[in-house]
């Protein structure tokens, strides 16, 4: 079975079946750090909430190209700094370059997936996360990525992206503005 086919089973979480947990109850475990790049360092007590979950934070392009070969990392979360757009997608490839196994995260900087999706898709991130995401509901989906990309290989696309946010995100802020077409926010 594809990763698609797994994500189209699911149904959103906001609507579980009794039978079957939708969506990740228990994250997985991480031995290596989550590599962080993105300035805004509130982001790290987000994700540490976990406790397993050690967080590697950079704000620059220079400081994550100094972290990158320094040991092995878990996963890449990748924000690009507001005065470097691109950085993100600069990010994701050298992390993929080093880590091809290890599941790659653009956080767009836009709260649509019209939006930030076509430019998570140009990076080859494997996931999508966006703004006005609940803290439990970023830890699942960050969660779900993991396990997925250890089980699957994660073909980039609006579709899986989609999904996956349908799935481990069904009560965040986000989906209220989907639909909104006047530019929000110009940064990739």
Same mark, same amino acid.
């Given at each position: 079975?594809?990763?698609?086919?797994?994500?189209?089973?699911?149904?959103?979480?906001?609507?579980?079946?009794?039978?079957?947990?939708?969506?990740?109850?228990?994250?997985?475990?991480?031995?290596?750090?989550?590599?962080?790049?993105?300035?805004?360092?509130?982001?790290?007590?987000?994700?540490?909430? &976990?406790?397993?979950?050690?967080? =590697? #934070?950079?704000?620059?392009?220079?400081?994550?190209? %100094?972290?990158?070969?320094? @040991?092995? !990392?878990?996963?890449?979360?990748?924000?690009?700094?507001?005065?470097?757009?691109?950085?993100?997608?600069?990010?994701?490839?050298?992390?993929?370059?080093?880590?091809?196994?290890?599941?790659?995260?653009?956080?767009?900087?836009?709260?649509?997936?019209?939006?930030?999706?076509?430019?998570?898709?140009?990076?080859?991130?494997?996931?999508? &996360?966006?703004?006005?995401?609940? =803290? #439990?509901?970023?830890?699942?989906?960050?969660?779900? %990525?993991?396990?997925?990309? @250890?089980? !699957?290989?994660?073909?980039?696309?609006?579709?899986?992206?989609?999904?996956?946010?349908?799935?481990?995100?069904?009560?965040?802020?986000?989906?209220?503005?989907?639909?909104?077409?006047?530019?929000?926010?110009?940064?990739?």
């Amino acid at each position: 079975m594809g990763l698609l086919d797994w994500l189209r089973r699911r149904t959103p979480a906001s609507a579980p079946e009794p039978e079957e947990q939708q969506v990740v109850t228990h994250v997985p475990a991480l031995s290596d750090p989550i590599l962080l790049f993105m300035e805004n360092p509130a982001f790290v007590s987000l994700l540490e909430e &976990v406790p397993s979950w050690q967080v =590697v #934070h950079t704000r620059s392009f220079g400081e994550f190209s %100094a972290a990158l070969p320094q @040991r092995k !990392y878990a996963m890449l979360i990748a924000l690009s700094p507001l005065d470097d757009s691109g950085a993100a997608g600069r990010a994701i490839r050298a992390f993929r370059h080093l880590y091809p196994d290890a599941p790659t995260v653009y956080h767009g900087h836009d709260p649509r997936i019209g939006v930030s999706g076509p430019r998570a898709l140009a990076c080859g991130a494997d996931v999508l &996360v966006l703004g006005g995401v609940l =803290v #439990h509901e970023l830890i699942h989906c960050l969660g779900t %990525a993991l396990i997925l990309r @250890r089980q !699957y290989v994660i073909e980039p696309s609006l579709e899986s992206y989609t999904r996956l946010l349908e799935i481990t995100c069904a009560e965040s802020a986000f989906w209220r503005i989907q639909n909104i077409e006047d530019p929000i926010f110009e940064i990739e």
